[in-house]
Every structure is written in structure tokens, then in C-alpha cells.
Nanobody, 119 residues
Framework: QVQLVESGGGLVQAGGSLTLSCAAS????????ITWFRQTPVKAREFVAT?????DYADSVKGRFTISRDNAKNTVYLQMNNLKPEDTAVYYC???????????????WGQGTQVTVSS
């Protein structure tokens, strides 16, 4: 069982930066791939970035977002730079044995954190 808690969301102007955190309860945290998804009221939940032994990003965030992890702190970070209004969404972190791209492949989810980017 893995419990995930996101934090760090907020309101920022376009071009600004935010860092999201995903804190996990699992003692075997280092064995899990952690993935960030995001969702808006009008769009289905979509893949943003994932980290296991490697990282991968959605094309829409490549070069602007950086995912990293600190296994000693059981925490994954999502550094978001040059934010755009279209990045506005609720951001969720999820855990699984591997880095998958579909939400349906994840059993463990956080509660989400709102990111709002104003133009």
C-alpha cells in the first residue's frame, strides 16, 4: 500500500515557475515509478512526466518541466518553468511498479494539487 500526498500548487503568472512535491508513505518507495498526470474539467487526465530509473515527459512540457526524486525523503518533485495558461490543471502523482502512460495502469494516487497559470 502506498499513500501519496501532493503539495506546491498555486497561482502563478505566465512565464513563472512552481515546484510540486509528491510525498509517499511506502518504505519501498525507491522501487516504485512515480508519474505526474494532470486533468482539467474539459480534458481527460493526461500524462505529464514519469521517473523510475529514467525519466520521460509529455511533448507539451519537454524543456520546461523537470521531474526528480529524493529516495531518502520518499519524495518526487516536478519543477515547472516557463508556465503557460494551458498548464492550468489539477496535478496528480501516481505510483506503480513501472512507468506507464495511462491512468488506468495506476493503483495509487494522491488527492491532487491545483495549478493555475494566469495570462
Amino acid at each position: 500500500q502506498v499513500q501519496l500526498v501532493e503539495s506546491g500548487g498555486g497561482l502563478v503568472q505566465a512565464g513563472g515557475s512552481l515546484t510540486l512535491s509528491c510525498a509517499a508513505s511506502a518504505q519501498t518507495f525507491s522501487r516504485y515509478a512515480i508519474t505526474w498526470f494532470r486533468q482539467t474539467p474539459v480534458k481527460a487526465r493526461e500524462f505529464v512526466a514519469t521517473i523510475s530509473t529514467s525519466t520521460d515527459y509529455a511533448d507539451s512540457v519537454k524543456g520546461r518541466f523537470t521531474i526528480s526524486r529524493d529516495n531518502a525523503k520518499n519524495t518526487v518533485y516536478l519543477q515547472m518553468n516557463n508556465l503557460k495558461p494551458e498548464d492550468t490543471a489539477v496535478y496528480y502523482c501516481a505510483a506503480a511498479a513501472g512507468s506507464y502512460y495511462l491512468p488506468s495502469q495506476y493503483d495509487y494516487w494522491g488527492q491532487g494539487t491545483q495549478v493555475t497559470v494566469s495570462s
